[in-house]
């Protein structure tokens, strides 16, 4: 059951001022907030064709507390938001105020050295993943003016009732986790999960996309998981979750923390599309994240069954090598996506070195590769060069917008501090992972602020806020009403 929440509401502006910006946005004297990137230098960088997109308006989204400290466990405000959907207008009825609906993933977390060896850790063991509920007002009739309401969080729970957490499963492939200070390892829980993709149905349930196994996850309009459906062969003794094995086997070579991360529901509610988020390690890891194929997998959620499964490529499509499997850029990451049609899908794609786009993957030209890997034919897609050899074509892609240009720009809103370009390049990647549609040229782009705990115990920064924009696209799009 949704459990009520103080409502908090935050517009364009500083933390300290919010209520008096409440009251410039009811009336209607918001100033726009418009960052173009039009210099010579980026429109020369893309060949003369200028695909940046622009953040038309922002917003921070408040730090209320998720959960109460316990014991040694710290209080856990809001952060790791790790996806975002967003009704149309269409269901919403009018313009401008629409429900939201974001998700946290599994908790406060970092990293620590343990007998000469990085592992990760949890700050707060026992905190439930969870779903929370919000309304945005956002109008294209008024685009520099946003606001976020937050009313209501909806945690996680097996069908016993109690909290599902975000600690792993203990199976052979989780690592060890341990407290922060690298004292001990945290216990395992059989119904961890990792949430990191989220899509509501008109029926108000929910699907969910988790790293751990990894797994897509049925929940009711409470928060309670139905089924979780897991890789073939992979068992969950004694779990408050009914589990079914019915995801192809391969999956749960998913690299550590690089399970599933994006997920998308098709306009008539027939399809659930979830993205690895980068390729599996296969037979070489080395030569898998050098090719940058990556798993993108058709679920039938009627009959619990996949449908396809289709090979997205990461990289510009226009770069020389690309179909060779010489263009993947370093580390890169598919961090969110949401549906357009029934077969294409708005992606976000983020790399080192600052890169950050926004494609238009369409599922219509590409091979179906489920029957293939579930013979489980060799090599495995993720060890495939030329794709034209192997008789499989991937996802066509196309550029609806570079955000690399805009990216300081969306970092400084994060902080509370200035705009300085060189110590906001210092403070590393911005953490896209919540994307939703708004309109045919806009869209919604949230951060994870990572719970505003910092990797660095030296970093001696305010802690990351937790923002949306609204960005618009270069290059419009047609949607399909749901």
Request: proline residues 7%; contains cysteine.
């Amino acid at each position: 059951m949704t459990t009520g929440a103080r409502r908090h509401t935050m517009a364009c502006g500083g933390v300290a001022r919010f209520a008096a910006i409440l009251v410039l946005v009811a009336a209607g004297i918001t100033a726009p907030i418009v960052e173009r990137c039009a210099s010579a230098r980026d429109r020369e960088r893309r060949d003369g064709s200028d695909m940046c997109g622009d953040v038309v308006a922002s917003c921070v989204i408040p730090r209320v507390m998720l959960e109460a400290s316990r014991g040694e466990e710290p209080a856990v405000m809001l952060g790791g938001i790790s996806d975002l959907f967003v009704e149309t207008d269409e269901d919403a009825g009018a313009p401008g105020r629409r429900r939201a609906w974001l998700v946290t993933d599994r908790g406060p977390n970092g990293t620590t050295e343990v007998e000469g060896r990085e592992h990760r850790t949890l700050a707060a063991p026992s905190f439930a993943p969870r779903i929370l509920e919000a309304k945005i007002d956002w109008d294209p009739r008024h685009p520099g003016q946003l606001a976020v309401e937050l009313t209501g969080t909806v945690p996680l729970r097996d069908r016993t009732g109690e909290a599902v957490s975000g600690r792993p499963n203990g199976l052979e492939n989780d690592p060890l986790i341990f407290d922060p200070q690298g004292r001990a390892a945290i216990a395992p829980d059989i119904d961890g999960v990792d949430t990191e993709g989220l899509v509501r149905t008109r029926a108000g349930g929910f699907w969910l996309a988790e790293e751990y196994r990894p797994s897509l996850l049925a929940a009711h309009a409470d928060g309670t998981l139905q089924r979780r459906f897991v890789p073939t062969g992979v068992a969950l003794a004694d779990a408050g979750t009914e589990v079914v094995d019915t995801l192809p086997a391969v999956y749960s070579q998913r690299r550590d923390n690089r399970g599933f991360e994006a997920l998308a529901i098709s306009p008539d509610e027939t399809r659930i599309f979830a993205l690895m988020q980068s390729p599996l390690d296969g037979t070489d890891p080395a030569v898998a994240r050098k090719l940058g194929n990556v798993r993108l997998v058709a679920f039938d959620p009627a009959r619990g069954q996949p449908v396809g499964e289709y090979v997205y490529r990461l990289g510009d499509p226009g770069q020389k090598g690309y179909r060779k499997g010489k263009a993947a850029p370093d580390d890169g990451k598919l961090c969110a996506m949401a549906a357009v049609g029934p077969s294409s899908l708005l992606v976000l794609e983020q790399a080192d070195g600052g890169v950050a786009r926004l494609y238009l993957a369409d599922l219509s030209v590409a091979t179906n590769t489920l029957d293939r890997t579930v013979a489980g034919h060799e090599p495995p897609a993720e060890m495939l060069r030329d794709l034209d050899k192997a008789d499989i074509t991937p996802v066509a892609k196309t550029l609806l917008a570079d955000l690399a240009p805009i990216l300081d720009t969306m970092r400084a809103g994060t902080a509370d501090r200035g705009t300085d370009r060189r110590d906001e390049a210092e403070r590393g990647p911005l953490k896209l992972e919540g994307l939703a549609l708004a309109d045919e040229q806009h869209v919604f782009l949230v951060n994870d602020d990572d719970f505003g705990i910092h990797e660095d115990d030296d970093d001696d920064d305010p802690p990351p806020r937790t923002c949306l924009w609204v960005v618009r696209l270069a290059r419009p799009i047609t949607l399909t009403q749901r």
